[in-house]
């Protein structure tokens, strides 16, 4: 299969030499018989290769355009030095693959009937995935890799010497680094409906994969993002019935299909009710509340007052004189609650005396004394003649 894509990479590019990326020399700014260094690295559409001559005495790598000893020209080149080595190594830095494509050698020394017989081996995390043989017998000798160099990270040249062998036109290709999607997750809510106010926790199931996070969406998939996490749950407070959307996003997956869940927001009862009166005394009749919103709650207050929980009623002359907080609380599943402030006042002290318990009509008119609570007024049977004020 990676044949076959390769293959129609180079027909759409459409030249044997048309591969994605060429890693060539000529345009690094060296001037011919420039000594570079070894290792020798070259950065190509942002992979760096690093290029390793061994197996001899110490060495450089050498820039060449002509070989005046067969009179070869019209070269840019590398090659591996003017000493005998056995060993070429092409390495990514970073330990991506790569797939080769071709490579071109130049033999300048073919005039002499001297060939370079390579042994040529890619490598992929240390393991070895392959080799070729390849006979460089002039320039331009091009060496067309097969499946073996699909998918590498170090490729090696072998021979008993390497001297003066140049190099150039690499073609090769990035291999895709392997994405898997994030799964298409199920979205559950905790608690489902909830009332206004509240807050539910969104349990997220699937797998992340090679995305960095799931991004949690309102009104559509990818609509208005309103939240994100890397676990398995999210704490949600809509005010009102809302649909959420999730899909795993980031790194290098393609955002895709969200899951969704839809929570439901039910609001608060309405707790309202009131007395009649703000106060009442201990001999007035017991007052019972009117609810004006959800009916079948229940009441309650603190110590002293004398209170029906399930109808509000107050038995006054039960209760110990005071002011007092009533609070109504319904029972379905959004309860509320309401409070009411009721004032028990106890009886004036009305107590008053004469000075006698009997008068005659001649006698000087008596005024009482008043030991209880002034300002009151006087009243009688008919018949007795009173200062009602």
Not at 22 to 45: A, E, K, M
Not at 225 to 244: E, F, H, K, M, N
Not at 252 to 280: F, H, R, W
């Amino acid at each position: 299969m990676k044949n076959q894509l390769l293959a129609f990479l180079l027909m759409l590019i459409g030249s044997s030499s048309g591969w994605a990326q060429v890693i060539t020399f000529d345009d690094q700014g060296h001037t011919p018989g420039q000594v570079l260094p070894n290792p020798y690295s070259i950065t190509n559409n942002g992979e760096t290769f690093l290029f390793t001559i061994s197996g001899g005495s110490a060495t450089n790598h050498i820039y060449r355009t002509s070989e005046s000893n067969c009179g070869t020209s019209g070269m840019s080149h590398i090659y591996a030095g003017n000493t005998a080595q056995s060993t070429w190594v092409m390495e990514t830095t970073s330990g991506n693959e790569i797939n080769l494509g071709t490579i071109r050698f130049d033999n300048v020394f073919a005039c002499f009937s001297f060939s370079y017989n390579l042994t040529i081996e890619g490598f992929k995390n240390g393991s070895s995935t392959g080799t070729q043989s390849f006979s460089v017998t002039g320039v331009n000798s091009i060496f067309t890799s097969n499946a073996s160099f699909d998918d590498v990270d170090r490729i090696v040249i072998s021979c008993s010497d390497l001297g003066n062998l140049g190099i150039d036109d690499i073609n090769w290709v990035a291999n895709a680094i392997p994405c898997t999607e994030p799964e298409v997750p199920t979205i559950t809510a905790s608690t489902n409906p909830i009332c206004a106010g509240g807050s539910t926790t969104l349990n997220i199931t699937g797998a992340l994969n090679d995305a960095t996070s799931w991004q949690v969406y309102t009104g559509s998939c990818g609509g208005t993002l309103v939240g994100t996490t890397t676990g398995s749950s999210i704490v949600v407070s809509p005010s009102s019935t809302t649909s959420y959307f999730i899909r795993g996003e980031g790194g290098c997956a393609t955002p895709g299909t969200c899951g969704s869940v839809s929570v439901t927001v039910n609001p608060t009862e309405d707790a309202s009710y009131s007395y009649s009166a703000l106060a009442y005394c201990v001999n007035d009749a017991d007052p019972t509340p009117t609810i004006t919103g959800v009916p079948g709650g229940s009441f309650s207050s603190t110590a002293g007052l004398s209170l029906n929980a399930s109808s509000g009623q107050i038995d006054v002359s039960a209760s110990t004189p005071g002011t007092y907080t009533v609070t109504y609380t319904t029972s379905g599943t959004c309860s509320n609650s309401s409070n009411e402030t009721v004032v028990i006042n106890a009886l004036d002290d009305a107590s008053f005396a004469y000075g006698a318990a009997a008068y005659c009509v001649n006698d000087a008119d008596p005024t009482p004394a008043i030991t209880g609570l002034a300002g009151g007024s006087f009243s009688r049977t008919a018949g007795l003649s009173i200062n009602t004020g």
